[in-house]
């Protein structure tokens, strides 16, 4: 990408040099309207760029949070485990480590397409019918089971946050102004060389780079759980090693 963007501006700039008149680019009217034009569309660039970015970096920040939320609310849930009853508390936590498990191996690289497991939130959901058929008759067993439900209430919390956030990303508006805006930067540049010389195709090829990286970080910040910077799911490992030490 970053080749064929440098490639594209050079091939711009020889365009402009060979078809737009000389006299319209040295033309005193013309060079002082191009330089207030490039001097706006570069601030206009760099406002919708540092936006674009912010927006990106909170998504990220946002679903890295509530990844470490689902991953701290599933350690809770193995905790309130412990008064339940033998049998019944055997059964929650294995059924709270295959959630776990599934979570990282099927529905990370589901999230990654934008999609989500099926089966984790049906393992999700057995886990609630388990806890709701596990309140014995006694007082002290409901206030266990309800402890317990609590602590997985707050897990699908968690979980439904961590849903919503694989669809955030940068708007298609904010897209289609920042592409414009480096097109018309390039464009403006180009119209300001008036031979095709090395310094002048060195510079404005690097230009043409050095957007097209701009972008390609952007791109990469783009959705929290897929491309070059997203979101682990290292709490949640995390949260399966501390259910052997519980």
């Known amino acids: 990408m970053a080749a064929g963007c440098a490639g594209a501006s050079i091939l711009l700039l020889i365009l402009m040099v060979r078809y737009v008149p000389r006299h319209w680019r040295e033309g005193s009217t013309l060079k002082d309207g191009l330089e207030h034009f490039a001097t706006l569309n570069r601030t206009l660039f760099a406002f919708i760029l540092a936006l674009s970015i912010v ?15 689902e991953g701290a609310s599933l350690v809770n849930l193995y905790w309130a485990t412990r008064p339940l009853s033998q049998s019944v508390r055997d059964q929650v936590r294995e059924m709270t480590r295959q959630y776990t498990v599934t979570v990282i191996d099927e529905e990370w690289p589901a999230m990654a397409e934008g999609g989500s497991s ?19 008759e006694s007082k002290q067993e409901q206030t266990f089971a309800r402890d317990s439900l ?3 209430r707050e897990v699908g919390d968690a979980r439904r946050a961590r849903m919503l956030a694989v669809s955030q990303e940068v708007p298609d508006y904010l897209w289609i102004g ?61 949260a399966l090693h501390r259910y052997a030490v519980i």
């Open 118 to 136: 099926v089966r984790a939130q049906e393992q999700y959901d057995d886990l609630r019918r388990v806890l709701q058929d596990s309140a014995g």
């Open 150 to 152: 609590v602590a997985l």
């Open 55 to 69: 927006t990106a970096g909170t998504s990220l920040s946002k679903a890295s949070d509530e990844v470490s939320n």
């Open 178 to 238: 920042l592409i414009l805006s480096a097109v018309l930067l390039v464009a403006a540049s180009a119209l300001q060389i008036h031979d095709l010389k090395w310094p002048g195709i060195v510079g404005i090829g690097g230009l043409g780079l050095l957007l097209a990286g701009v972008l390609t970080l952007l791109s990469a910040m783009n959705h929290p759980f897929s491309g070059g910077i997203h979101v682990e799911p290292d709490a949640l490992k995390f």
